[in-house]
């Protein structure tokens, strides 16, 4: 069963080792695939140079997640 994306939004992000990463802020969806590809913990700019920023520094791989429950728990190598 899925999750409703807007459930997701402002969630705490955490590494399973108890690591504070930041707030679920926006979301890269895949919509060949029908899924999440990245969740990131800053908003998105219009700018090009800043939102390469900010997919390589404030961003998670969607493939890195183990758990969505009270807080998006995420492995400890993907940040």
Known sequence: MGTRLSK????DI???RG?????AQDFILDLE????SRILTERL???S???RQVLR???IMYKNVK???DVIVVSQSSK
């Open 8 to 11: 997701l939004y402002g969630m």
């Open 14 to 16: 955490f590494t399973d």
């Open 19 to 23: 690591k504070f990463l930041g707030n």
């Open 33 to 36: 695939a029908g899924e999440v």
């Open 45 to 47: 700019p219009s700018s």
């Open 49 to 51: 140079e800043e939102a």
């Open 57 to 59: 520094e404030k961003s």
């Open 67 to 69: 758990s969505i429950e």
